[in-house]
């Protein structure tokens, strides 16, 4: 396994990448940042053609860090509701695995969060008085979103219909698909159903499209909130092969109500957890994720700054060189 960061194309004169590359990243997962209608820029090339993936590989190769995740993707609403229009959002996914794959870019991240992705309700004081964010299910409006409500049967329809499509080009281009959860877990939110929320949701993906091509983003925070046993989990899924990606946090609290915590600091077993990845022999990417924001930092950025970073990459390199060695 090897420790990465997200690093957005739209963060790289900041000084986020070169203390990255200070605390020793040399594995990028990359994201064009904001983009309108999936254009990265004025008067620029969509993002899914191949000219600008490669734009976007050689800019981090300037600063020495090899992209081994893309954690974007074109607009896809119309097809996790099955509108008209569909067709074409899953082209453009399709012309982007191709770009990937002749990139050599080898992991697409993406969800099947429909019409908003992961919601919080606020922020809460942590150790030290740092910031961290926090949901509570009794905060969120009871409104249905503006596109109205849609099932989990009419979801894992259009999931299907997605998959059957995408996969076969997935596996010309050899990029991997690797789906996070559901944040937070739980279904229907606001009226849309969220599907994926449990194990049986994941082994139901996997069942879904039976291909080397077809996997888990494996964010710990969220797989904290379906089960109490995550090294068991980690064991499933990733002594399946099935495990391409991993979200590396911890949360407090269930479903309905939790908040983020510092990675120490949780009451996840993260060295058992490392233990796992390691007897499962996974060698993909892992990076941290919703770190505490520190002293100084604009919460604008909660879950993303720098400073909870370095933290968090020191702490995951001391699990593992620690679980190297007891193996040794």
Not at 31 to 42: I, L, Q, Y
Not at 228 to 254: L, S, Y
């Given at each position: 396994m090897r420790i990465a960061e997200i690093l957005p194309l739209d963060r790289a004169e900041t000084h986020l990448w070169p203390l990255m590359r200070q605390a020793g990243i040399?594995?990028?997962?990359?994201?064009?940042?904001?983009?309108?209608?999936?254009?990265?820029?004025?008067?620029?090339?969509?993002?899914?053609?191949?000219?600008?993936?490669?734009?976007?590989?050689?800019?981090?190769?300037?600063?020495?860090?090899?992209?081994?995740?893309?954690?974007?993707?074109?607009?896809?609403?119309?097809?996790?509701?099955?509108?008209?229009?569909?067709?074409?959002?899953?082209a453009q996914v399709i012309t982007m695995l191709t770009s990937m794959g002749r990139a050599g870019i080898p992991v697409w991240c993406y969800e099947w969060m429909t019409d908003f992705n992961w919601a919080r309700t606020g922020t809460s004081a942590s150790r030290g008085g740092s910031v961290v964010t926090r949901f509570d299910l009794d905060e969120v409006s009871p409104e249905t979103t503006p596109q109205g409500p849609i099932s989990d049967d009419e979801l894992w329809d259009n999931l299907e219909y997605f998959l059957r499509r995408v996969i076969p080009a997935a596996e010309d281009a050899g990029v991997r698909l690797a789906?996070?959860?559901?944040?937070?877990?739980?279904?229907?939110?606001?009226?849309?159903?969220?599907?994926?929320?449990?194990?049986?949701?994941?082994?139901?993906?996997?069942?879904?499209?039976?291909?080397?091509?077809?996997?888990?983003?494996?964010?710990?925070?969220?797989?904290?909130?379906?089960?109490?046993?995550?090294?068991?989990?980690?064991?499933?899924?990733?002594?399946?092969?099935?495990?391409?990606?991993?979200?590396?946090?911890?949360?407090?609290?269930?479903?309905?109500?939790?908040?983020?915590?510092?990675?120490d600091a949780g009451p996840t077993d993260m060295y058992a957890c490392v233990r796992a990845y390691r007897d499962v022999g996974f060698d993909g990417l892992m990076r941290s994720d919703h770190v505490p924001t520190l002293y100084g930092e604009d919460p604008a950025e909660v879950g993303y700054g720098v400073l909870g970073r370095l933290f968090a990459v020191g702490y995951m390199r001391g699990l593992i060189e620690a679980a190297t060695a007891d193996a040794a």
């Open positions: 040399t594995d990028a997962v990359a994201s064009f940042g904001r983009t309108v209608d999936g254009r990265a820029r004025d008067g620029a090339a969509p993002a899914w053609e191949y000219s600008s993936v490669c734009a976007l590989r050689d800019r981090y190769a300037e600063q020495d860090l090899d992209v081994g995740v893309l954690e974007w993707r074109p607009p896809l609403n119309r097809t996790k509701r099955g509108l008209p229009g569909r067709d074409e959002e899953i789906m996070h959860p559901d944040d937070p877990p739980l279904s229907p939110l606001r009226g849309v159903g969220r599907i994926m929320s449990s194990l049986d949701a994941y082994r139901r993906l996997i069942e879904l499209a039976p291909s080397e091509m077809n996997g888990i983003t494996f964010c710990q925070g969220n797989f904290r909130l379906m089960t109490d046993d995550i090294p068991a989990a980690i064991r499933e899924f990733g002594g399946a092969g099935k495990i391409f990606f991993v979200h590396f946090r911890d949360v407090d609290g269930v479903a309905e109500r939790f908040t983020e915590t510092w990675h």
